[in-house]
């Protein structure tokens, strides 16, 4: 490598340490090669979506077991809460059939 070309490197490289990334490589199938590189530019990113996917992420490593009352609180959390819905509806018997 030329010297200009390493010094490119360095300072692209102490860019991305400006910003908080670091440049690595990882072993893996062929087959996961997107999968890897997607799952890495979503965690690059410093959104709510990429904290969520990195815990998922972690917790499914670590295998914990997933935490208890997901479902409960996703129905707590639903808009239709306190709304006054009557679901109750009228008992039918059916029609008479004659075989």
Do not use: H, K, W
């Not at 997607?38 to 998922?56: F, I, Q, V, Y």
């Amino acid at each position: 490598m030329s010297r200009a070309q390493r010094r490119a490197v360095r300072t692209y490289r102490s860019r991305l340490g400006e910003r908080g990334l670091a440049r690595f490589e990882v072993l893996g199938r062929e087959t996961d090669r997107a999968l890897i590189r997607s799952l890495a530019r979503r965690l690059a990113e410093d959104t709510p979506a990429a904290m969520e996917l990195r815990a998922t992420v972690s917790r499914s490593i670590a295998g914990e077991p997933p935490r208890r009352g997901g479902i409960l609180a996703a129905l707590r959390r639903s808009p239709m809460v306190g709304a006054d819905l009557d679901l109750a509806r009228p008992r039918e018997d059916g029609r008479n059939v004659d075989l």
